[in-house]
């Protein structure tokens, strides 16, 4: 497969995955925000922005609709989700040939809805659609397209940049969280709590397992290291770890150890800690280094993939 | 109402040779079975198959891009429903003239870059080479693999008024449209079956196979297994459908220039298993622009080294560099005298009577009657710097007569031919419309013509142009085999 095809399927999967993430953010948020609540409006859009990684040019000035708006539609911001949409769509487009004919309509139709001029739609409305539209993308690509090095290489951008959301979006909670994890939590707090998990999904699968009873070592525990949650670091990282490997063994890549090594580290790490061995940590200075590794593995799959150096492809 | 009144209604006669009608209310031998098949379909069913192939185009995607405008770049190819036919008759001179002159273009090229026969014996003026913006000099002494300049080829032929084929222009560069020909096609037999089999049309669909056999033919020395890729400039060209189109096809990769590198003078493309040597490239990338190398340093779409790879013999490029100069409009007026000096033959198609701007004579003929000719600058295709002197302003012309003044190398100058018409469903009325006929050669182990080709058609009344970047249209056109 060509690098370039291989890069155009990686990035249409991360923005596409992006996308949604963001949508499911501001959805729960401006849902929150209509409860009577001690979180300030500053503090709460404030934690979106950290859990978005704090995207460029994009500041918090006081209206949550004017920065919803600008998160959702504005073009002239690379983070906004109608920019990550258009980045998808013309991603996809340059590998045309290589997705499926149902692939390319799902997304195209779901590019032409949101970039039409003068689209009138209520932003509630906008994010629920964005999310459904991706849904369906993700089932269509599943169902129609072959599951060789193509579609690999779109589970693997799709879960690396859960992954990396998913840490970001705990580092964005922690001090609501974590800091005074002793003291009894004021009823609001349920609510911010719930807050967390639905904006992973995570709220209906968590009950199934905690039951309705929030505490924050077992929202971090599910989050982190539950093994059957599509959503949790650990299900990320094992999909991801999965793919990584079925690339290696398609492209007939012998040396592509170090790509294994790093996945394999933070896979046991997720696999084999308990949450008491975590929370004995510097749990912001785990989360972040979940960040890290993912960036160290991006990088890598880029060196043996994508961007190598003319020689050291030559040599092997 | 019926196809039939609809046709009589509306459909005048004017001196150009009409493709149906050889009288008014006499038609065409070979056009009788098709007249009657469509006038037993009411005109609600031909909409409802117009609408059919209409949907057709659109869902596959068959779209081009039209260049200088922010919005609405994508377009749909129009398409007219009924074809155009070529009898047997008619097609084997075609075939005849179209092999008589790759074969002739191709001795040119190999002797205007070696020896230069035809320069020394002052057929063809050495200035009008020299001065071509084709001409490549990196090319002189240079061996291509078969002698082969020319694989791929695209001619456009017009009808005079006596009916008679000529050649208007040839396209040895990167002609595009062979996948409208061939998407037409497709949709024409899925919409009029019937038709379709009570004609013994001639098949064109072997062409992507025939392509791939020419590419491969080409391929260098000791590379029995060739990996072949075809070169796109990238989404934004205004061919990219038809670039992956071909690919798909083929089963060939699509690849632009950052998919491919040069090293040690040999071409490799990026893979995710690594760098993979590369054989042959159907490069659909103008000369300029493919190695800033050795061309155009500012160019992003090419591939640095590549020229060089090329020069050693490690990659063959389909065409080769430097075969617009034989295209060049203004060397066309040479042609008839090159197949005669390589091949000792008259040419089987004429060529559109020419007017070179270099020459004093001409020129002030030309400048005198600007309304009555059209003017062409002689390295732009795709209806891009031309001026249809019955169709023009006061002010176009004297714009043009300042242009020819200035560089009148630039341009050339043919007299307005009301080239021939051919039938259209225009809204649901039959309307005729100006057509021409663009077939495609290839020239691998023996020249091929495929039987066939695209007819483009001026959908604009009484217009001109085909071009699709300024309206223009196609229609599937069936070769009869008896």
Known sequence: MLSRVADSLYWMSRYLERAEHTARLLDVNLNLMLDESQTSSEHRWQRVLHALGNPQDVEWVGDPYLLTRTLSYDLNHKPSIVSCIVSARENSRHVREQISTEQWHQLNSLYLHVTRPGLQIETEEFLQLVMDSIHQFQGITDSTMSHGEGWQFIQVGRFIERAAATAMLLEAYHEDLWINSERIPESNEYLEWMGLLRSATAFEAYCKVYTADLTPDRILEFLLLDKQFPHSLRFSIDVMQNALDAIQHESGKTRAESLHRLGGRLHAMLSFSSIDDILRQDIVGVLHNIQVQCRAIHNTIYELYVDYPIQTALAG | ?482
């Not at chain 2, 006038?39 to 200088?68: H, M």
């Not at chain 2, 240079?142 to 006596?162: F, H, K, M, S, W």
């Not at chain 2, 070169?231 to 459908?241: E, H, Q």
Request: proline share 5%; glycine share 6%.
């Open chain 2, 1 to 482: 109402m019926q196809f039939a009144q609809m046709a009589m209604d509306n459909y005048l006669l004017d001196h150009a040779y009409d493709e149906m009608f050889s009288a008014p209310d006499e038609l065409r031998t070979h056009y009788e079975l098709l007249f009657q098949h469509f006038s037993s379909l009411p005109a609600s069913e031909l909409l409802r198959r117009k609408q059919a192939a209409d949907l057709s185009f659109l869902n596959q995607g068959i779209t081009f891009t039209v260049y200088g405008r922010q919005e609405g770049t994508e377009k749909i190819f129009p398409y007219d429903l009924l074809p155009r036919l070529i009898t047997a008759a008619e097609w084997t001179k075609v075939e005849q003239g179209l092999m008589q002159r790759i074969t002739a273009l191709n001795l040119f090229l190999k002797d205007i870059y070696n020896e230069g026969h035809i320069l020394r014996d002052g057929i063809v003026p050495r200035e009008v080479v020299f001065s071509c913006k084709q001409y490549r000099r990196q090319m002189i002494g240079l061996q291509v693999p078969r002698n082969i300049y020319i694989a791929i080829c695209g001619t456009d032929l017009i009808r005079l008024e006596n009916g008679e084929f000529v050649v208007l222009e040839d396209n040895l560069r990167v002609p595009s449209g062979v996948s409208y020909m061939l998407t037409n096609r497709r949709v024409m037999k899925r919409i009029f079956p019937q038709l379709f089999r009570s004609y013994n049309v001639r098949p064109i669909e072997q062409y992507t196979q025939l392509l791939l056999g020419t590419l491969r033919s080409l391929a260098p020395e000791g590379r029995p297994e060739p990996n072949i890729v075809l070169l796109s400039p990238g989404v934004f060209n205004s061919a990219y459908f038809e670039h992956a189109y071909l690919a798909r096809q083929m089963g060939i990769e699509l690849v632009e220039g950052r998919d491919l590198v040069v090293h040690d003078n040999v071409v490799y493309m990026r893979t995710t298993s690594g760098l993979r040597r590369v054989d042959v490239i159907y490069r659909r990338v103008d000369d300029d622009f493919i190695d800033p190398l050795a061309f155009r340093p500012d160019s992003i779409l090419g591939v640095a080294g590549l020229f060089n790879a090329y020069r050693a013999g490690n990659v063959t490029l389909a065409n080769a560099f430097g075969t617009g100069v034989a295209d060049d409009k203004a060397l066309y007026a040479y042609v008839p005298d090159i197949i005669r000096y390589y091949l000792s033959e008259e040419p089987v198609l004429k060529n559109v009577e020419t007017y070179l701007m270099t020459r004093p004579s001409e020129r002030q003929h030309t400048l005198a009657n600007l309304d009555k000719f059209v003017v062409k600058a002689v390295g732009e295709s795709g209806g891009y710097g031309m001026l249809i002197g019955p169709q023009s302003t006061a002010a176009q012309r004297e714009e043009f007569a300042r242009r020819i003044e200035a560089d009148p190398r630039n341009y050339i100058a043919q007299p307005t031919i009301s080239f021939s018409r051919a039938p259209c469903l225009v809204d649901d009325a039959l309307e005729p419309r100006h057509v021409d006929l663009r077939p495609y050669v290839l020239y691998g182990d023996k020249v091929t013509v495929v039987p066939g080709g695209l007819t483009r058609v001026a959908l604009t009344r009484g217009s001109l142009v085909v071009n699709s970047s300024q309206g223009g249209g196609s229609k599937d056109t069936w070769v009869l085999s008896q």
